[in-house]
């Protein structure tokens, strides 16, 4: 994706979550993030989720991720643990995923960002890009989604709602 950036370079210690339903934008937000401004960290979930059934495994260790400034990958070949990943805290750090924004880690940012998609459009988006590696478990993670969701409520928390059909238009609005 190219975006014109019009937004400034967040400071230094910006920390961001970006959350929202699987096939919403996310990644590609983050990503333009990464691009727009090379400084920033991006932190992906879908590296950190311990399979299928990790969504509130993972969500409850980002405040550890924003405090201790590291983070452990799942090696979803092997279903275990890999490697461990430092973060500079001297530099912009975003983390991208379902399950980022919630009670415990909004205090701990600067900003958050829920990603919207109506429902076929995500679904789409998700089986195009991952397509028979995810398709058999799309409804499983959607409860799972579902069920974080009705729990923490990341929609409500977050300080920004981003159309996930055109998500460079988030650097224009500046």
């Given at each position: ?107 701990l940012v600067d900003h958050s960002i829920w990603v919207d998609l109506d429902d076929v459009a995500r679904k789409k988006r998700a089986l195009d890009r991952d397509g028979d590696t995810y398709a058999p ?38």
């Amino acid at each position: 994706m190219s975006a014109d950036v019009t937004r400034p370079l967040p400071s230094p210690r910006w920390r961001c979550l970006i959350d929202g339903r699987s096939g919403s934008g996310k990644t590609e937000l983050g990503r333009a993030m990464a691009a727009a401004w090379p400084e920033v960290q991006l932190v992906k979930l879908d590296d950190l989720y311990p399979g299928w059934d990790g969504l509130d495994a993972t969500s409850s260790i980002i405040p550890c991720i924003l405090t201790q400034l590291r983070w452990q990958e799942w090696n979803w070949a092997t279903d275990s643990a890999g490697a461990w990943h430092e973060l500079d805290g001297d530099r912009p750090i975003v983390i991208e995923g379902i399950g980022s924004l919630s009670r415990a880690s909004k205090p701990l940012v600067d900003h958050s960002i829920w990603v919207d998609l109506d429902d076929v459009a995500r679904k789409k988006r998700a089986l195009d890009r991952d397509g028979d590696t995810y398709a058999p478990h799309w409804e499983r993670w959607a409860r799972h989604e579902q069920s974080f969701m009705a729990r923490e409520q990341p929609r409500e928390l977050a300080a920004e709602i981003v159309d996930g059909v055109d998500i460079s238009r988030w650097f224009e609005r500046g």
